[in-house]
Nanobody
Framework: QVQLVESGGGLVQPGGSLRLSCEASGILFRIYEMGWYRQAPGKQRELVASIASIGSTNYANSVKGRFTISRDNAKNTVYLQMNSLKPEDTAVYYC????????????WGQGTQVTVSS
């Protein structure tokens, strides 16, 4: 049984920081591309950041320079360090695990709420 369990969301003031964690189980974590997506009310889910199995990273333009994605294969965990948070970062953040080779599995966490407000 595959599980992606996110943690670390919450309420933070503009300019503040949060670190999200996503612990995976039931998959061979090190071979999966891991990503963080977010969905704000009334908007489509969008990619925030991703990290490949070899460690290369990709970021949405809106978070470049503020967010950092990292992974710890020994702990089956991916992180998203979010600094200089803005109200427009408010959303539900979802962890994603994607296998880029057959059988091309794709898994989602349950989401964690991030609210940036004064």
């Amino acid at each position: 049984q595959v599980q992606l369990v996110e943690s670390g969301g919450g309420l933070v003031q503009p300019g503040g920081s949060l670190r999200l964690s996503c612990e995976a189980s039931g998959i061979l974590f090190r071979i999966y591309e891991m990503g963080w997506y977010r969905q704000a009310p009334g908007k489509q889910r969008e990619l925030v950041a991703s990290i490949a199995s070899i460690g290369s990273t990709n970021y949405a333009n809106s978070v470049k320079g503020r967010f950092t994605i990292s992974r710890d294969n020994a702990k089956n965990t991916v992180y998203l360090q979010m600094n200089s948070l803005k109200p427009e970062d408010t959303a539900v953040y979802y962890c994603n695990a994607r296998r880029l080779s057959p059988p091309f599995n794709n898994y989602w966490g349950q989401g964690t709420q991030v609210t940036v407000s004064s």
